[in-house]
């Protein structure tokens, strides 16, 4: 099972460690943080898949009310002795997003679900977990998430796009070519061509994690039915993708959603 696998890779204590070390927001990150920043201290944000708080650093002293949620209890672990000294003004709790029943109707104005936290979901949990969003969060209130790029994984899995004039990263790249394709058996470059979305095993943390890819074009269609005014942004740059032939053309292994709760 995708969730039992992930959900034991997140618990174990090097993981754990990984991302409780972690400081720095992403580009895209900033940009949002930029672009609400006159406005968050009268927000209250959900931050999920919190890990070990990366952003609760950045975000937490900026909004009105701050909860951090996670579904991993060594994560929250972690989170909460990391910010001891805050433990009256912010809130971190486990708690998995497919389930935010603990959580009132219409009450966040700002939800964020970085690092791709999303992607190690079954594809019916994830739409469940687009639900429960729009349920917990403001209508005109903003969600914003990442998710991995199958535009830019898919020519990974052809060996012809990893051969070099420099004999020795030939070899280097194809052995990886052949460990990307060990763990995904039956899977194929002709396959992946056509798909909207897939779930595979990449080189994170040693290729122990299944992670859900999805084209931007797909991925919208995925989420319009609970958010609007959907903006995709390059976590590389942190700009905008304001064009067809930007969007079509971008490589990054993973972007930004930016949508507007119904």
Avoid at 124 to 133: A, C, N, P, S, T
Avoid at 175 to 184: A, E, T
């Amino acid at each position: 099972m995708i969730d039992q696998n992930n959900h034991k890779t997140y618990s174990t204590p090097g993981v754990v460690q990984h991302y409780a070390q972690l400081k720095q927001l992403q580009p895209a990150e900033t940009t949002i943080l930029k672009w609400l920043k006159p406005r968050l201290s009268q927000m209250k944000m959900l931050d999920m898949g919190v890990g070990g708080g990366r952003t609760t650093q950045h975000f937490a002293p900026l909004v009105g009310e701050y909860i951090g949620i996670d579904y991993s209890p060594q994560m929250i672990a972690a989170c909460q002795k990391r910010f001891s000294a805050y433990s009256q003004t912010i809130q971190l709790e486990v708690c998995d997003a497919r389930d935010l029943s603990r959580f009132p109707e219409n009450y966040f104005d700002f939800i964020l679900f970085s690092f791709n936290g999303i992607d190690y979901i079954s594809h019916g949990d994830r739409l469940q977990v687009f639900e429960q969003i729009r349920r917990v969060g403001k209508s005109g209130g903003y969600f914003y998430f990442s998710s991995h790029n199958l535009q830019a994984m898919a020519p990974e899995f052809n060996w012809q796009k990893h051969l070099s004039f420099n004999p020795i990263k030939t070899y280097v790249n194809l052995v990886m070519w052949g460990f990307l394709r060990l763990c995904n058996p039956g899977i194929t470059w002709d396959h992946l061509k056509s798909s909207g979305y897939a779930i595979l095993r990449d080189e994170s943390h040693n290729f122990r994690l299944q992670t859900y890819y999805i084209r931007p074009q797909e991925q919208v269609q995925q989420i319009t039915p609970n958010f609007r005014d959907i903006k995709i942004y390059s976590w590389k740059t942190g700009l905008e993708l304001t064009s067809e032939s930007d969007l079509y053309s971008n490589d990054d292994m993973w972007l930004y959603y930016l949508g507007v709760i119904q």
